[in-house]
């Protein structure tokens, strides 16, 4: 068995929800983490949201005000640690100013997209910090794991974003049988009974992110909000046109940029680009990504809200299950 269990309770210390929001380009705002983690769930921000190095410097001072300001306000309910996210791929040129960043910062969590290399896992562990790394299989968590990483995010189908594409039944049992370490699952999870269903197999978090789209926070655009409340797992494809790796995008903004859903091609010699921005930023800015759990997302409401309800749902799903247990 490899990874430290006893970590985990270590991060759920302040959290109300066994619940980590996950990171994403250009949708997550400063005001969006902020929000999850004073309602008690960790919140993540992908660090090439800020339009520079300098403003990522910024963009967390900010985020970290306004948590020591709710703290100081609230101590019984202190605030969820946030997390900031890095892309360790080549077609992200700002990973090393931004890792100083978040050196800098010595932020709790760090979630690395793709594997995190051993020079990260070290820099991280050397202030203390926590490194969670996204993984779509067994062999690549295995990698990440020989790497030192603390935490693993299984991204399994259906999920918004770069998806993965095998069942989260699956991909946990598989994690479970040689990893003891942290362990969060991610892929459709939109509703408190979702939550409470990933601990019951294996997980310790759950990690949601295309639900938090629609909250009030997101910096998405009023049609991309409204897109996602009228939209259900029909309309959500998975594609590798626009990134070059499989990524979950919604139909009807497909067609809304003139493009035939059924009829997608990737250009000739186009590169993987996995870092959001640069040439295919219109495929998130534009052509909007969502994962199929969506249905579940009905109004546009504060991230609080949507996080005291998923509290709710969590407790009444547990309250029922005790009739079987
Ligand atoms: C619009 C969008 C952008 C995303 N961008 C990132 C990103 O920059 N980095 C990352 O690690 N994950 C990113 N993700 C993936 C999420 O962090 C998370 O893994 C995923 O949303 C979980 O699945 P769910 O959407 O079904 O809840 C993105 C997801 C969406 C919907």
């Given amino acids: 068995m490899i990874g430290n269990t006893s970590i985990a309770p270590a991060l759920k210390a302040n959290l109300r929800l066994p619940l980590i929001g996950g990171p994403m380009f250009i949708a997550t705002s400063p005001a969006l983490v902020i929000a999850q983690c004073t309602s008690g769930v960790i919140g993540s921000i992908p660090a090439l949201n800020a339009r520079s190095t300098t403003a990522l410097d910024e963009m967390l001072?900010?985020?970290?005000?306004?948590?020591?300001?709710?703290?100081?306000?609230?101590?019984?309910?202190?605030a969820a640690p946030y997390s900031l996210n890095l892309v360790a791929h080549a077609s992200n040129p700002r990973l090393e100013a931004d890792l100083e960043i978040l050196l800098a910062h010595k932020v709790k969590l760090a979630i690395v997209s793709l594997a995190a290399p051993q020079e990260i896992v070290s820099a991280v562990h050397a202030y203390g910090g926590l490194i969670f790394n996204d993984i779509i299989s067994n062999r690549h968590a295995e990698k990440c794991a020989e790497a030192g990483v603390d935490g693993l995010i299984a991204v399994c189908a259906g999920a918004g974003g770069h998806t993965g594409n095998m069942s989260p039944f699956a991909l946990v049992q598989e994690l479970r049988a040689w990893w003891q370490g942290p362990l969060a699952l991610s892929g459709c999870i939109a509703t408190g009974q979702s939550i409470l269903g990933a601990l019951a197999m294996g997980a310790d978090f759950a990690y949601i992110g295309s639900p938090f789209l629609a909250s009030l926070e997101a910096n998405t655009a009023p049609g991309f909000k409204e897109m996602v409340q009228r939209s259900d797992s029909r309309d959500v494809m998975v594609t590798n046109c626009f990134t070059g790796v499989n990524a979950t995008f919604l139909r009807p903004s497909i067609v809304a940029n003139g493009l035939d859903p059924a009829a997608l091609s990737r250009p000739e010699g186009a590169k993987i680009s996995i870092a959001g921005g640069g040439s295919n930023a219109k495929a998130w800015r534009d052509i909007w990504s969502a994962g199929q759990g969506i249905g579940a997302v009905r109004h546009v409401e504060p991230a609080a809200d949507y996080i005291d309800r998923l509290v709710m749902e969590f407790d009444a799903?547990?309250?029922?299950?005790r009739s079987w247990i």
């Fill in 61 to 78: 001072c900010e985020i970290e005000e306004a948590l020591a300001a709710h703290d100081a306000a609230t101590p019984e309910r202190p």
């Fill in 317 to 321: 799903a547990r309250a029922a299950l």
